[in-house]
């Protein structure tokens, strides 16, 4: 079965380095969504690109992260500065097309910021 | 108005018995309503979603109720297993391939 996959699986990183978190969605999907968890808390969404642009984003996606879908496979994302409150578990998701389509999730980058 | 509220935080269940989880939603544009599962150190999985033109949708031993006029949904998980123990998160979107918006999390111990 097709899956959503993600590298690297940690990464440590120092307070106000960048950092680029890697996803491969499924092969034929077209929207590609970024969410974050921080420990023990909900899953919150970051931003969904589509069309080789960003469709939506948070009030949490700011100046200091971005998308990009470099080639036909990945979809990245890149956290210019990083800050302690970055630590948390990253997740992209991809979706087909059509009403309610399911989002498939990868498992996730744990972000650790010292 | 974005937000979907759960509850139970975390439930525990013995094997074979009916676990209940349940959520609240305010923004009546929410057309789209899953249920998520995680397991330590994965994704979150979809297990089972339903649309408000239905009020109950069964998939195994899994069911969602759906009350539009209240805007609630719940999770019904029957026969509970030791292998369902994990973290249920119900979620909600306003259709095509608009964000999740998703609640706080049900942690679900089923005891052998």
């Known amino acids: 079965e097709p899956e959503v996959t993600q590298t690297p699986s940690h990464q440590v990183t120092q307070m106000g380095q960048e950092v680029i978190l890697r996803c491969v969605p499924i092969s034929n999907h077209l929207y590609f969504y970024w969410y974050r968890q921080i420990l023990g808390q909900k899953v919150e969404f970051l931003v969904s690109f589509y069309n080789n642009e960003i469709s939506e984003k948070s009030e949490i996606f700011d100046d200091q992260f971005s998308v990009e879908r470099p080639d036909g496979s990945n979809f990245t994302l890149k956290i210019r500065s990083t800050k302690l409150e970055d630590s948390a578990m990253y997740f992209c998701?991809?979706?087909?097309w059509g009403r309610g389509e399911t989002q498939y999730f990868g498992p996730g980058t744990r972000l650790l910021v010292l | 108005q974005q937000q979907v509220k759960q509850s139970p935080q975390s439930l525990i269940v013995q094997k074979g018995g009916i676990s209940i989880i349940n959520c609240a939603y305010e923004?009546?544009?929410?057309?789209?309503f899953p249920w998520y599962q995680q397991f330590p150190g994965k994704g979150p999985a979809l297990l089972i979603a339903i649309r408000p033109d239905v009020s109950e949708k069964k998939e195994g031993r899994f069911t969602i109720s759906f009350n539009k006029s209240a805007k609630q949904f719940s999770l019904h998980i029957m026969d509970s297993q030791p292998g369902d123990s994990a973290t249920y998160f119900c979620?909600?979107?306003?259709?095509?391939?608009?964000?999740?918006?998703f609640g706080k999390g049900t942690m679900l111990l089923v005891s052998p």
């Open positions: 923004n009546t544009a929410f057309d789209y």
């Open positions: 979620a909600a979107s306003k259709g095509g391939y608009s964000t999740l918006t």
């Open positions: 998701a991809s979706s087909g």
